[in-house]
């Protein structure tokens, strides 16, 4: 009885937030003047976007290559770092912490200009690498912080025993502590994936090759017809496009998701 007015507010919220998701794939399918879907319903407008350019496997792989670098980056730095953060004492910690976290309050675009012209002399500009740096770099903050509350949630007398029996503090780390705070694992690669996969700034100013686009900047593109004409129905393919994996892995996650960012809540 208590419950059914949260119930009725979470159908409500799920209904606002699906609505722009189901009106896209519905558009997607249906018939559009001005699109390869006039008659009749189908999947014209994937064609479409299927054949555009290098075509849409081209830019699926590079969407991938450059999620996949930024959530192995982000989870390699954030692992170690919020593992320090947690376990050692060191002068200048909390310090170094909080200058860590300054970098959120930072808009990133203003950045983006001196790490196109770092990314140049480094001669990793127009490459999918550099972008992934680019992109790791920005989520580093939050997955660093995320960690750090992850690692102090686990008690204390598991790595203490652990460097008892003679374990050192790597081994602690990757056999004792690492399956504790693999939610907030989970999290922090969930984050890092969907802004890499969604990220549409960053790749307009660093990548101008047009074969190394990833999949939100050759959509935005697309979009860019002759005579100002705009194919709406490719549009909204690539949009179901781009939310599918965002959607399938969220879903396959969720448990481990909302568990991580439990952790922090639930020390002591």
Sequence with gaps: ?????????????????????A???????????????????????????????????????N?????????ALTL???LFGGYAFANFRFPGRN?????????????????????????NQLGLQDSLLGLSLVLTMFQ??????MMRISFEAVPKELAESALVDGCGSFRALFHIQLPAVKPGLITVGLFA????????????VLISDSAKMPLPL???????????????????AGVVVLALPCILLFLALQRHYVRGFMSGALKG
């Design 76 to 78: 390699a730095v954030s």
């Design 23 to 61: 009106w896209a794939s519905v558009a997607s399918v249906s018939p559009q003047p001005g699109s390869a879907q006039i008659d009749g319903w189908g999947f014209g407008n994937y064609r479409t976007l299927a054949a555009y350019q290098a075509g849409i496997g081209q830019y699926l792989l």
């Design 95 to 119: 310090v170094l912490f909080l200058v860590t976290l300054a970098i959120l309050m930072v808009p990133y675009a203003t950045l983006l200009i001196p790490l196109y012209v770092l990314l």
């Design 63 to 71: 969407s991938t290559a450059v999620s996949l670098m930024t959530v």
């Design 1 to 21: 009885m208590f419950r059914t007015p949260q119930r009725i507010l979470a159908g409500g919220l799920a209904i606002l937030f699906l609505f722009p998701l």
């Design 140 to 145: 580093l903050p939050f997955a660093i912080f």
């Design 193 to 204: 994936f969907l802004a890499a996969w969604n990220d549409f700034i960053t790749p307009l």
């Design 218 to 236: 050759a959509v935005a593109n697309m979009r860019q017809q002759v005579m100002g004409i705009v194919d709406y129905g490719a549009t909204e």
